[in-house]
């Protein structure tokens, strides 16, 4: 779901939404408004987010799944979905409406090489926050000005690039921030935990073998597999699986590939020992399940 993909699925409903959104392929800017959440509820989850999105919800409630974990966003959060994301949306109430920014990996940001906020340096899938009025109110303000300087009749991109920038580091801000306080109230247990689940989210796609995040993490396999099922209450191969079942979703909902090439990139050793295992997780084949 990449901002080119998103202009397909709006490009019908264009006049009705431009009041809202503005969309090109490397820069989107939504300015509140709920129009726009029911067409992308209405397509065909999973999702994988293959760009960067900053936003602020405004008012109502969604629920999804993204990466693996069940999220819930209120008004007065702030949420960052960095590239590599699986969203699978489940419910919105209808007065659910948020405004941000969405950038593709072509955007030019004005960071000097070398320097990029930890949001963007790849260690953070995601996050959320339930921010202070201050906070969510320069965020509000930034994108009220990118949303005037897009409509500009001469857009200035340097000047679109500095307002993305600046909403960048304020989001990079409150992640610090929000690690801070969170960090002495968390258990090692919690952190081994929260690590095990973003190892599993970047290559659960290739590594279906707890040994892989046990060596990755340094402990042994059964110290991680006892510390993720007494966070979780799942066991590891569990979250694993999950995983590997949703990236399989994605690509037989997304894209073109036949069974035997997503088999083949999932590192199964045959067509039906994949088939197997999809069909035991979801009570589908994988054509049945493409077929839907």
């Known amino acids: 779901m990449d901002l080119p993909k998103m202009q397909d699925i709006l490009g019908p409903h264009s006049e009705q939404l431009s009041h809202h959104i503005f969309i090109n392929g490397e820069l989107a800017v939504l300015h509140g408004g709920s129009n726009f959440f029911p067409l992308l509820m209405v397509q065909e989850p999973p999702f994988v987010v293959n760009d960067h999105r900053l ?15 069940d999220r819930h966003y209120k008004a007065g959060t702030l949420l ?17 409406s948020a405004c941000g920014i969405g950038i593709s990996a072509q955007f030019p940001l004005p960071f000097p090489s070398g320097e990029l906020p930890t949001l963007l340096s790849g260690q953070v899938r995601d996050f959320q926050a339930e921010a202070s009025e201050g906070d969510i109110s320069i965020a509000r303000h930034i994108v009220d000005t990118l949303w005037h300087v897009v409509h500009q009749p001469n857009l200035n991109w340097r000047t679109a690039s500095q307002l993305v920038g600046a909403q960048i580091c304020h989001y990079d801000s409150l992640l610090h921030r929000l690690s801070e306080r969170t960090q002495s109230s968390r258990t090692r247990e919690q952190d081994i935990f929260e690590r095990f689940l973003s190892q599993v989210n970047a290559h659960g796609m290739q590594q279906h073998r707890l040994a892989f995040y046990a060596e990755k993490a340094c402990l042994t396999e059964r110290y991680l597999g006892s510390v993720v099922r007494q966070a979780s209450g799942m066991t590891a191969k569990e979250w694993i699986d999950r995983s590997l079942v949703t990236r399989i979703k994605v690509e037989l909902r997304h894209s073109e590939k036949s ?5 083949e990139e999932a590192h199964f050793s045959s067509v039906p020992s994949f088939c197997k295992f999809f069909k035991r997780l979801t009570g589908k084949t994988p054509m049945e399940f493409r077929q839907d």
């Open 55 to 69: 936003g602020i919800v405004i008012g109502g409630e969604a629920h999804l799944n993204l990466n693996l974990v």
């Open 80 to 96: 960052f979905v960095g590239p590599g994301s699986v969203i699978s949306p489940k419910s919105i109430t209808p007065d659910f």
């Open 259 to 263: 069974i035997a090439q997503i088999a």
